[in-house]
């Protein structure tokens, strides 16, 4: 298989990256990162991993980029942020001997192929995305934070009406976890027990969503039940992510009821903020 511009990377007496799998993906993490990766939570998924195994082991990597491309799109990363980070592992793997961080990751140097692979497949889930208009997130089965925002627009309607705040009647709790460590199955084994959990505990018609990669949030109506729920829902939480030893090793959910902000505006960037957490 042709080298192109240090794709797939040269077998050299050095072992640069004979560490393997995990230490290109933390040298291709911090190359993005160094280059403008807006959110650091955000950037591990699943399909990082296949992509980092795939060049280590030298198979041809457009597969598995064109699964990444699917994957960045489907987060919400945007096209020119998806083509920078192809263009730091690149640059990582062009230059191998280089200190960690020190590369200049250039899309105009990644070759073209790989650039189309993953461009074309990113474009394949956002125009689905934008043709279905879909508001149910794949992996958790629950809303996404586009529904959460037309169920707010409701009930800020309502509280209009009333002449009142939408704060008065209802307000949002939100459970995150600190991912950051997990990568592959942990990670997605995590956001599906989260999920499960805030499922049983909120099964009263409350609007339950996934807000990103780590964070649920469930809009609920004011009422003497909410620090009884919050306790049930730290217990079944708890009983799910114990059993295994990576996901309990993550830590404790966070979980925190917030006031609603006084305008429909203010509250979408709020579940923007926090989806990004």
Request: charge should be negative.
């Amino acid at each position: 298989m042709t080298d192109v511009l240090g794709w797939p990377p040269k077998a050299t007496g050095s072992g640069a990256l004979g560490a393997g799998t995990r230490t290109l993906r933390d040298r291709w993490r911090t190359a993005s990162l160094a280059a403008g990766w807006r959110f650091p939570s955000d950037w591990a998924l699943p399909e990082v991993d296949i992509v980092c195994a795939a060049v280590v082991g030298g198979t041809p990597p457009e597969v598995a980029l064109a699964g990444l491309g699917r994957a960045r799109a489907a987060a919400g990363a945007g096209l020119a942020e998806t083509l920078a980070d192809l263009a730091a592992l690149h640059a990582v793997l062009a230059q191998p001997d280089c200190a960690e961080g020190l590369v200049v990751p250039n899309v105009d140097a990644t070759p073209s192929n790989l650039l189309r692979v993953t461009a074309v497949a990113w474009a394949d889930v956002a125009l689905d995305q934008l043709a279905k208009a879909e508001v149910t997130d794949p992996l958790t089965s629950l809303p996404t934070a586009a529904y959460l925002r037309t169920r707010l627009a409701e009930v800020y309607r309502e509280a209009t009406r009333r002449g009142e705040p939408a704060s008065m009647d209802h307000m949002l709790l939100v459970v995150t976890m600190d991912f950051s460590a997990l990568a592959g199955w942990p990670r997605l084994t995590g956001m599906i027990l989260v999920a499960d959990a805030v499922r049983q505990v909120f099964d009263g018609g409350e609007s339950v969503a996934a807000l990103g990669p780590s964070t649920v949030a469930v809009l609920l109506r004011r009422d003497g039940g909410i620090a009884q729920r919050g306790v049930l829902l730290r217990r079944e939480l708890h009983e799910r992510l114990s059993v295994d030893a990576q996901l309990h090793q993550a830590g404790d959910p966070r979980i925190r009821v917030l006031r609603l902000p006084a305008t429909h505006e203010g509250a979408c960037e709020l579940l923007g903020s926090l989806g990004r957490a």
